[in-house]
T-cell receptor
Framework: ETGVTQTPRHLVMGMTNKKSLKCEQHLGHNAMYWYKQSAKKPLELMFVYSLEERVENNSVPSRFSPECPNSSHLFLHLHTLQPEDSALYLC????????????FGSGTQLSVL | QQPVQSPQAVILREGEDAVINCSSSKALYSVHWYRQKHGEAPVFLMILLKGGEQKGHDKISASFNEKKQQSSLYLTASQLSYSGTYFCGTLDQTGANNLFFGTGTRLTVIP
């Protein structure tokens, strides 16, 4: 148990669906992150939130929409995804936003059909 | 911008040693090491800051040569529990708040 919980663990969706990924951290951290992990590719940083403000958006397509309603919760809203968006989506948190020790969740394995 | 890791995969027998390398084309501020077991979350191992420091974590240690922009992870007397994929992440000296990860090294320890 790393203190970061992601739901669902697995998700299959069609290209016209709308779904959301949820992340919750119980560590009292101030920064939260979304990463994408594709097979044989490096972990890619998507979004960074610090104290509920988005501080980083790495040229992610608008079909991915993050939301951070409070410092413990982070969502990733998905709509009109493409098959190449199939990947493991990892949430992480850290005490500050200096990219120090990251605590990762177990991820949501997403398949887009 | 992503660091390059080598080797991509390695198989060890219990008790053997291994070295995993991570190199970058950019001047680095810090190097971060994580391990991910299959189906699990990546777990933090250590951070090395510029200054050529070397850190240890049980029988896993690492060094950081900032002049060469390289880091190496040393696994000594490997145990079955060391199996997993090891990732290095690098923060460069531009101040950009983006930890770039390598593609990982898959380590398998067999009895």
């Amino acid at each position: 148990e790393t203190g970061v919980t992601q739901t669902p663990r697995h998700l299959v969706m069609g290209m016209t669906n709308k779904k959301s990924l949820k992340c919750e951290q119980h560590l009292g951290h101030n920064a939260m992150y979304w990463y994408k992990q594709s097979a044989k590719k490096p972990l890619e940083l998507m979004f960074v939130y610090s104290l509920e403000e988005r501080v980083e958006n790495n040229s992610v397509p608008s079909r991915f929409s993050p939301e951070c309603p409070n410092s413990s919760h982070l969502f990733l809203h998905l709509h009109t995804l493409q098959p190449e968006d199939s990947a493991l989506y990892l949430c992480a948190s850290s005490q500050g936003r200096g990219m120090e020790k990251l605590f990762f969740g177990s991820g949501t394995q997403l398949s887009v059909l | 911008q992503q660091p390059v890791q080598s080797p991509q995969a390695v198989i060890l027998r219990e008790g053997e040693d291994a070295v995993i390398n991570c190199s970058s084309s950019k001047a680095l501020y810090s190097v971060h090491w994580y391990r991910q077991k299959h189906g699990e979350a990546p777990v933090f191992l250590m951070i090395l800051l510029k200054g050529g420091e070397q850190k240890g974590h049980d029988k896993i240690s690492a060094s950081f040569n900032e002049k060469k922009q390289q880091s190496s992870l040393y696994l000594t007397a490997s145990q079955l529990s060391y199996s997993g994929t090891y990732f290095c992440g690098t923060l460069d000296q531009t101040g950009a708040n983006n930890l770039f990860f390598g593609t990982g090294t898959r380590l398998t320890v067999i009895p």
